[in-house]
């Protein structure tokens, strides 16, 4: 896989190893790349920060609101009477504009919701897009937890960057508005109750580097208990059977209890913040009315007024609240950039497999296969990229696909139409990476040979009129959640119910599903976890067939069922197969017996081909692994068979 020039790199692999970093608190890369994402959403986007600008000036409007009707309109002094209607008027005043700051807030809440989890939606429906067309080379090299934690976590936390950018400016227009009234109604004042800046700066710049490693610790704490709790859910059965409940229970507590550490430090450490914060609050409001009384009985001709002093304690007590905010907001900030950068990395991760500009699609197929020279290295076909990239010295590997060792090696074959052809070898024969190449997953340089089938170069033709006309079943049956007629029409929805019934009994699976509690419309559990694996496989059958292939590839289809299923499958195959060129990878003889041509590959070459006779007859590699291996299986089969 190539990385665009714009992609995100360079962060070392240690902080990704959990998930988690902290980027710079403005990243241009990650706003420039986010906008258009927030665009669809612009209206709203512009709706929240109105609201937000009405809200913050209500919160600002009402100290001085307070300040104007205490010095203009209220008696303070004996025999004095005021002005009662302006002062009811200053008290409507109030109370509109409090309602309307409240309703301000309830609005920037409600648009910021929108623009985030609209964008929400957009970025995991554009990762999910873009994941399905990744190579499986990709996939060879990325855990899926990592792709899992992007897709969810990484996008969770950059949802949050509109309403932390908003709530941000939210917070400075509040500080700053705050400073200027303080200064503005009285300057002296003003900045005497300020003192207490630099004391609560110090603090913040000690305090932050503390928060960030504890949040930290409790991002690789929770990544720990998570990774635990998922291998021993996935793996159940083992520990089940292996009796090791108590021993894992005590490993998952460890795990647990770091946790649990780490978020009562986290809790410890925010707990000093506040009282902090309270205490500067406090000694801001005495100095303000130490200050300030002095001033309001001053005779001197500077006296302050009541309501100036009574506006500055309000101020005072607001001043404080959007510093505290900033402070969480910074560490925000700097996790949704970092999950920015690593979201973007992924999307910019460009597929190795992408169809040629003028590629055409196949016409209905023969079936005919061809191997020219077909050589083959997967590191010619991928770069040692993901989504933590590592030098590739690390890996032993210098990068060049020429100095890597080929896993197939100059191999000719050809396979005519209708033709049932077994590749049989020792494990890491290569076989595997054959049929995974005649389908496509992974593309072959020009310069190591090629396939054509039906004359066509599979490169220069569209990889969904190949699959489209070929079918894989593999050793291992995967089924989807959904009904068992969802399962059989994975590829094909459109499929008649008689067409799938047809494909249902062909593989003898037909009278399984009837024996169902709903049949067809009998649903499956993840995986399909509520079936025998042999019930499954024949349903995998069914799911390949049901296309109508041309081609049809067996990887060790029948491995992991038990000889009575195989038994039916063979029968079925033999209907199956008729018309349909067949290449199937298998241990057990019964399935390569009656195969038109065998093809023995060893260390990636072809070393014999021929029918099971003639094979035999050389006394090679194949006899040799009939003898150790194949024999006994016919064996075991057959006397399934007789029962």
């Known amino acids: 896989m190539m990385m665009n020039s714009g ?14 970093t902290f980027g710079r608190i403005y990243d241009k890369r990650v706003v420039l790349r986010l906008l258009p994402y927030v665009r669809p959403y612009r209206t709203f986007a512009i709706l929240a920060f109105i609201a937000m600008l009405i809200y913050v000036g209500s ?8 300040k104007f009707g205490i010095d203009n309109y209220l008696p303070v002094e004996e025999g004095e009477t005021g002005d009662f209607p302006k002062l009811v008027l200053v008290g409507v005043t109030f109370i509109v504009v409090a309602l309307a700051g409240l309703a301000a807030n309830y609005f920037q809440q409600l648009f910021m919701a929108r623009v985030g989890l609209g964008m929400l939606y957009d970025l995991r429906r554009a990762m999910f897009a873009h994941l399905q067309k990744l190579s499986l080379s990709y996939y060879d090299k990325t855990e899926v937890g990592r792709i899992m934690s992007r897709v969810q976590g990484d996008v969770w936390q950059l949802q949050e960057l509109m309403t932390v950018v908003i709530m941000t400016a939210a917070d400075l227009l509040s500080l700053a508005g705050i400073v200027a009234m303080l200064l503005v109604l009285n300057l002296e004042l003003g900045l005497t109750t300020m003192i207490v800046l630099p004391i609560l700066a110090l ?23 998570n990774g635990a709790l998922n291998e021993n859910l996935t793996g159940v059965r083992v520990v089940q059977s292996l009796n090791r409940q108590p021993r894992n229970l005590e490993q998952f507590d460890e795990k647990n209890t770091e946790h649990l550490k780490a978020n009562l430090w986290a809790s ?76 973007f990395e992924l999307l910019d991760v460009e597929p190795d497999l992408v169809d040629r500009p003028n590629a055409g699609n196949l016409p209905r197929l023969k079936g005919d296969v061809e191997l020219k020279d077909l050589s083959f290295s997967y590191a010619a076909s991928e770069a040692i990229v993901g989504l933590d990239r590592e030098n590739t010295q690390t890996n032993g590997i210098n990068g060049s696909a020429s100095e890597m060792p080929d896993v ?168 199956l197969l008729r018309g349909r060129t067949a290449i199937v990878i298998a241990h057990r003889l019964s399935t390569i017996r009656g195969a038109d041509k065998i093809v023995v590959l060893n260390q990636g070459e072809i070393v014999e081909v021929g029918n099971h006779d003639s094979l035999m007859k050389q006394d090679g590699l194949y006899a040799h692994l009939y003898s150790m291996n194949y024999a006994a299986m016919e064996e075991v089969t057959e006397e399934a068979a007789e029962k």
Do not use: C
């Not at 992609?7 to 988690?20: I, L, P, T, V």
């Not at 919160?59 to 307070?66: E, G, N, R, V």
């Open 7 to 20: 992609a995100f790199s360079g962060r070392s692999r240690g902080g990704e190893d959990d998930g988690e």
């Open 59 to 66: 919160q600002i409007a009402i100290p001085y609101l307070l």
């Open 203 to 225: 603090t913040m710049a000690i305090w932050q580097p503390f928060a960030v490693k504890a949040f930290l610790r409790i991002r690789t704490a929770i990544s720990i208990v």
């Open 268 to 343: 410890k450490l925010s707990s000093t913040l506040l009282p902090v914060v309270d205490i500067l609050t406090a000694v801001a409001i005495v100095l303000a009315i130490y200050f300030g009384s002095r001033l309001v009985i001053s005779t001197e001709g500077n006296n302050l007024e009541i309501g100036v002093l009574i506006a500055f304690i309000m101020y005072i007590q607001r001043f404080f609240d959007p510093i505290r905010n900033l402070t969480m907001q910074y560490t925000q900030l700097q996790r949704s950039m970092a999950s920015g950068a690593r979201i």
């Open 408 to 575: 197939l090696k100059h191999m000719t074959l050809h396979i005519n139409p209708g033709e049932t052809v077994a590749v049989v070898g020792p494990t890491g024969a290569g076989k595997t990476t054959l049929v995974s190449l005649i389908s496509r997953f992974y593309d072959v340089p020009r310069e190591k040979g090629a396939i054509l089938v039906d004359g066509y170069d599979i490169r220069d033709v569209t990889r969904s009129s190949l699959a489209g006309q070929m079918s894989m079943v593999l050793q291992e049956p995967f089924l989807f959640s959904g009904t068992v007629r969802d399962n059989i029409k994975y590829n094909h929805p459109g499929a008649s119910d008689e067409h799938m019934i047809e494909a249902a009994k062909a593989v003898g699976v037909h009278d399984i599903i009837m024996q169902m509690d709903f049949g067809y419309d009998t649903y499956l559990a993840e995986r399909g976890v509520n079936l025998s694996l042999g019930q499954r496989q024949l349903l995998s059958f069914a799911r390949a067939i049901v296309a109508d292939p041309r081609i049809l590839i067996l990887d060790e289809a029948t491995a992991n069922i038990d000889s009575y299923t195989e038994m039916l499958i063979q029968q079925a195959l033999q209907r």
